[in-house]
């Protein structure tokens, strides 16, 4: 059985560094994971770490499924009023999905409250999920046997590369790829910008935005899958 409840995280950081620019959650990491997980039925959460109104970036309104989440008020409304971690009843939710955007770089890592909800939710058989720069938050999520989630799994996440294709190595206050390498996770990638999903046991990580959605497909078929191997025998 599955509670048929997906947790989103998202940042509620919005400065870019030192660099005077504004960031926030990339919002097709949010919007094409969450066209994909309402689709197949699933209700869906917003959570941030300081909860309320999460800022956005990367806007872009040619993409048809940013531009039907922003048309839709009850859609805006969820990610302008967002959970806090204290909020969160982790039993009630088959995964949790953390969503890229520069500003998860900042509140993501050090976040004590939503590393245990993914704790928990994992070691109760759910699925933990990340895109582009939203592995952040995997850093420093320990399981009850004190070792790092993502230690000995293969993972993958915003890389090197493309962080100096987008001129910000020296805006983010640390490189995601060398982080999660320095956790002991095995990172795998794609060339620049080009979709790459990899599964790891019950976790499941995208490169960057173009990733999001393959994510989200990849995050279901566990959760099915497990639903299918735990639902009593029919007669």
Known sequence: MTNKRILIVVTSHEEL????????????????????????????????????????????LEDPINKAFLD???????VENTLQPSQVDPTQYDAIFYAGGHGTMWDFPNNEQLAQIATNIYEQGGVVGAVCHGPAGLLNIKLA?????????TVSGFTNEEEA??????????????????????????????????????????????SAAGVAEQMLQLIENRAATTSPATV
Not at 72 to 78: F, G, I, Y
Not at 145 to 153: A, R
Not at 170 to 188: C, D, H, I, Q, W
């Open 17 to 60: 560094g030192n660099t005077g620019k504004k960031t926030g959650f990339y919002l097709s990491e949010v919007t094409h994971p969450y066209d994909v997980f309402t689709g197949a039925g699933y209700d869906v959460d917003f959570v941030s770490p300081k909860g309320g109104k999460a800022p956005m970036d990367g806007v872009q």
């Open 72 to 78: 839709d008020p009850d859609k805006v409304k969820q």
């Open 145 to 153: 046997n004190g070792e790092y989630l993502i230690k000995g799994k």
């Open 165 to 210: 294709a987008v001129e910000l190595t020296e805006a983010v206050p640390f490189l995601l790829e060398s982080a999660l390498k320095e956790r002991g996770a095995e990172f795998t990638k794609a060339p620049k910008f080009e979709a790459h999903v990899v599964k790891s046991d019950r976790l499941v990580t995208g490169q960057n935005p173009a």
